[in-house]
């Protein structure tokens, strides 16, 4: 295997000046800076592990995932963004040739794969697999835009995807490179934001360079004055016009393109350039000289020289697989002379004085000037390429064969692009075999046939240099096709099979309990939640910042720091990276302890209040599904952490403070979870867990995490900013919108107020009633009833009710409901209305107000603490039980603010069971709307109540007590995670 490392490759965004240039070049059809690899395969590959192949490749290569995003004004330099909708069936694809399959057609698929324009909004390549050549054999034909990367870049990609064994087991699957929701307009908006620092800090590097340059002059003026005087030189030399007149036959220019290629052994054109004393390339020039030499001669044109064009590398060892590294020379090109050893003499001098020109890398001084031109200045700049008549390159290859998806490449033709020039030729070689691929103009090389028999003997000419005998080396080119050979129509193509299929999506609607309960279960199915704004309403900092501020535990050094940082952050000087770094460094020194200790307590006092209830039910949906819950945040752990404790969530992905002793550092662990970073930590986590992304979760409310919704399968932005919500609504993404809870304010206040008053002319009815009919029960229920009533009104409170019917009949009866706050007693006293009573803590006797009403309506108080006492407490139960008097009994025992369902207790089982009444479950969905676990006052809210089927005791044991109270629980969180489909009954 050529690359079994799991490591992407890093590649920087920015497109160069130059690679940026060749991008804008592709507007114009004549310019088109392609480069195209046609591949004769020994067999056909397996289109599955071929699709690997690529898709493997695309994630170590990211070039291969990004598409290129112009800015809508040039105050930034365009950069690559990988592609959210990145799809591989559109990039590889294959199709079938008809009869006879021949290298030719082959070839001719390529002319026309050269010149199709590419879709600038994805990626910029494709791979085209030709199955159906002669003898068993296939055909690949990949081609790249040259602003992705040089033929140099393309052989080091190509080691990224290629095997040198036929049967190499395959690399692992690195995780997906994170995708950029990247739009022009907010690439124009960043660089304006950050514009005044970007120009000051160029001003102070061009003055930094400055200064060095100043002091380089200072210290040996005459040597620095030479230098310049010769780069100047130098650059004038190699930007000026071609140095010869264009070939009078070569002149006119089309859009059509023929491939024709040759090929050899490595070691034949090794021993011509031994025997010439050249180098390989010198013998490669000069016998393309000696082959246009004879087409101008056979055409009755005879000329002394031609301008040419050739690539010289400047890459370096460090620089990138990606981009474009060569900068261009100009030569007049010998094809007058004859003597072909003298050819190459000439040839050779004319490569080394190019090499040596001090200016050599002067295409990044002018590129820059030229990026930003208008396209019609562009064009302009294109045309002069037209002055050259020949561009030629030599890629050397690996000296191994290749393998891809099991197939071995017998041969490699590559045609670089033709952007203006009459011809462009490249010399490949590997593994002992050398290829020609010359990509021609067909208005300026019209003679097609007599160009393929100029080719022939040009080459064969500069081979026999070599050879000791003529006849000793076997000739191991293939047939070539001859003018008027058939050509291949166009076969009808086989839809490839798209990377990641189409997931079959759950018929629920996105972002609901229902949703979750219909998807795959088990721990490769993960549930990511962003903290702040979507599980909790609002921002934890924020409670934090007025903790300390309320305690008067931060200096004005502080404030002056954070106000700095958050301004820096605000007008686009740094990123959330630096805001967080800045900020904890002013905690050095401090115990963490004290930050944890901070952060239970402040969730106990506050946090808790604020966490959406359609939180807690997503997670408790996803728990019961099996799923891997995480809480993915930008916060540190201490302000996540009691909040992941209270949700039963095991895994939290959040940035960590850097102790030493139990002491903060004032450092931040890196990298920094911010954007992108969460994604990246996401596909790390998932990749140690064993989780499938493409069937997990991901929900948050910033564009930030844009990023990581990309990655998931199942994007859930969930109470949006305006950012995400519009990228929601560009990707069909499901939006979830939770309800924040109204602000108590004064009219709360005032409701909350009126609401316990109105108490006060209830209980004179009800003492009017008492004494009117001789009953006090008669007369607390008359008062109970429209306190309850009116209270519950006053504030907003309102009741969806489903199996009502169930309220009145069976009774008397034993009421169970669920426990989260401290209404729920008074709103399931509501709903039973009448001839009750209740069970409450010891506490409430205590309470002047409820511990009053209790005692008049025979509720019985309960010592939690003391389970004897507990037991004789619901003993006038059971006789009120007896005299047809129902009883309410919360069967958890105290209040889970959470929202989960705690254990049951056996009290109300075995009171049921002794006064041999049935029990009824009330199931209250959305309490918390009403109130937290110890908030005293009421928001307005809808509640959904599900009163179930009565459940019958007559049948139970003392023996399986506790299976049937675990089976009446489960009844609970089944219809908590299932809610009936019943009509509801308001009150």
């Not at 690359?3 to 310019?31: G, K, Q, T, V, W």
């Not at 105050?75 to 294959?94: K, Y």
């Not at 850097?658 to 990298?671: I, K, M, Y």
């Not at 959305?926 to 908030?935: P, Q, Y």
Request: glycine share 8%; charged share 25%.
């Amino acid at each position: 295997m050529s690359n079994p490392s799991n490591e992407p490759i890093a590649l920087p965004n920015a497109l160069s000046p130059l690679d940026y240039i060749m991008f804008r070049m592709d507007e114009f059809p004549a310019a088109r800076a392609s480069g195209i690899g046609v591949f004769v395969l020994d067999r056909a590959p397996d289109w599955d592990r071929l699709c690997r192949v690529f898709e493997r490749g695309s994630r170590l290569f990211a070039r291969l995932r990004q598409r290129v995003v112009e800015p809508v004004l040039p105050v930034t330099g365009a950069r690559w963004a990988v592609d959210p909708d990145f799809d591989l069936g559109f990039h590889v694809r294959r199709v079938r040739v008809s009869a006879p399959g021949s290298v030719r057609q082959l070839l001719d698929l390529g002319e026309r794969q050269m010149m199709l324009p590419y879709d600038r909004a994805r990626p910029l390549w494709d791979v085209l697999l030709v199955e159906g050549l002669e003898d068993g054999r296939a055909g690949l034909i990949a081609r790249w835009h040259h602003c992705l990367t040089d033929g140099l870049g393309a052989i080091q990609l190509a080691n990224l995807l290629y095997d040198t064994e036929r049967d190499a087991e395959p690399g692992p699957m690195p995780p997906l490179p994170v995708p950029e929701d990247l739009t022009p307009e907010g690439l124009t908006r960043s660089a304006l934001r950050r514009l005044p620092e970007t120009l000051g800090r160029g001003l102070f590097d061009r003055l930094g360079d400055l200064r060095d340059r100043v002091g380089e002059v200072v210290r040996a003026p005459g040597e620095s004055f030479a230098t310049a005087s010769e780069f100047v030189e130098s650059a004038r030399r190699m930007m000026r016009p071609p140095p010869v007149e264009p070939s009078p036959i070569l002149r006119r220019r089309g859009l059509v393109r023929h491939f024709e290629v040759i090929d050899f052994a490595l070691a034949d054109l090794k021993q011509a350039a031994k025997a010439t004393d050249g180098s390989v390339n010198d013998v490669y020039l000069a016998g393309l000289a000696g082959v246009l030499r004879r087409y101008h001669e056979a055409l009755g044109v005879e000329i002394d020289a031609l301008p040419a064009g050739i690539p010289i590398s400047t890459r370096r060892d460090d620089d990138p697989a990606a981009g474009n590294h060569f900068a261009g020379a100009l030569l007049a090109l010998p094809i007058g002379e004859r003597d072909p050893r003298a050819r190459v003499k000439a040839i050779r001098e004319l490569v080394l004085a190019a090499r040596s020109e001090p200016a050599i890398g002067a295409t990044n001084i002018t590129s820059p000037l030229f990026q930003h031109f208008p396209q019609a200045a562009l064009r302009a700049v294109s045309q002069l390429q037209r002055g050259i008549d020949v561009q030629a390159s030599n890629v050397p290859g690996p000296r191994e064969p290749w393998f891809v998806a099991g197939a071995e490449i017998l041969r490699n033709y590559p045609f670089g692009p033709l952007p203006g020039p009459a011809m462009m030729t490249v010399l490949y070689s590997q593994a002992g075999q050398c290829t020609i691929g010359v990509n021609c103009d067909a208005a300026a090389i019209a003679d097609r046939a007599l160009f393929v028999k100029c080719l022939e003997e040009g080459f064969d000419e500069m081979l026999e240099l070599g050879r000791e005998r003529p006849g000793d080396a076997v000739q191991t080119r293939a047939r070539r096709p001859r003018r008027g050979e058939a050509k291949s129509s166009d076969a009808s193509g086989q839809a490839p099979r798209a990377a990641g299929a189409a997931r079959e999506r759950s018929s629920r609607r996105p972002g609901t309990v229902e949703e979750i309960e219909a998807s795959p279960a088990g721990p490769q199915t993960a549930a990511f939640f962003d903290f702040d704004g979507t599980l909790i309403e609002g921002y934890s900092g924020e409670v934090f910042a007025r903790d300390r501020f309320r305690r008067r535990d931060v200096s004005v050094a502080e404030l002056q720091s954070t106000a700095r940082s958050g301004l820096d952050a605000a007008l686009g000087r740094s990123g959330f990276a630096e805001f967080l770094k800045s900020s904890i460094s002013l905690s050095r020194g401090r115990p963490l302890a004290e930050f944890v200790d901070l952060g239970e307590r402040l969730y106990a006092e506050t946090i808790s209040k604020r966490v959406y209830a359609e939180a807690r039910a997503l997670v408790e949906a996803h728990r019961r599904r099996g799923h891997t819950i995480v809480i993915t945040t930008s916060a540190v752990r201490y302000q996540v952490a009691a909040a992941a404790a209270d949700l039963g969530i095991d895994h939290v992905l959040c940035n960590e403070l850097v102790a030493e002793q139990g002491l903060l550092t004032g450092a931040v662990v890196e990298p920094i979870l911010w954007g992108p970073g969460k994604a990246r930590a996401a596909q790390r986590f998932a990749a140690e867990h064993k989780i499938d992304l493409t069937r997990s979760y991901f929900y948050a409310d910033g564009d930030e995490d844009a990023a990581l919704m990309h990655v998931v399968g199942n994007p859930r932005p969930t109470n949006p900013h305006s950012g995400l919500r519009k990228l929601a609504q560009q990707r069909g993404w499901p939006v979830l919108e939770f309800e924040k809870r109204p602000k108590i304010g004064l009219s709360g206040a005032i409701r909350a107020v009126a609401g316990t008053a109105s108490l006060l002319p209830a209980a004179l009815g009800g003492i009017v009633v008492a004494a009117a009919r001789g009953d006090v029960r008669t007369g607390v229920e008359y008062a109970s009833t429209r306190w309850f009533d009116t209270m519950f009104a006053v504030n907003g409170v309102r009741f969806r009710v489903q199996g009502e019917r169930h309220l009145r009949d069976p009774r008397p009866a034993i009421f169970i409901w669920n426990h989260v706050n401290g209404f729920d007693p008074l709103m399931a006293s509501k709903l039973v209305r009448e001839n009750f009573t209740g069970v409450a803590k010891q506490e409430i006797s205590r309470d002047p107000l409820m511990g009053t009403l209790g005692r008049l309506g025979g509720g019985a108080f309960v010592d939690r603490a003391d389970s004897k006492k507990a037991v004789a407490a619901l003993e006038p139960l059971e006789r009120a039980l007896s005299e047809g008097i129902s009883v309410l009994i919360a069967p958890e025992g105290t209040r889970h603010g959470s929202g989960e369902l705690g254990p049951f207790k056996k009290g109300a089982f075995r009171m049921a069971m002794k006064a041999e009444v049935p029990i009824i479950p009330i199931v209250f969905r959305n309490a918390l709307d009403v109130a937290k676990r110890d908030e005293r006052v009421m928001r307005a809210a809808t509640v959904d109540v599900a009163v179930l089927d009565p459940i019958s005791v007559a049948e139970w044991s003392a023996d399986e007590l506790e299976e049937r109270i675990e089976s009446v629980r489960r009844r609970f969180l089944e219809t908590l995670s299932d809610w009936p489909d019943e009509p509801f009954v308001e009150l």
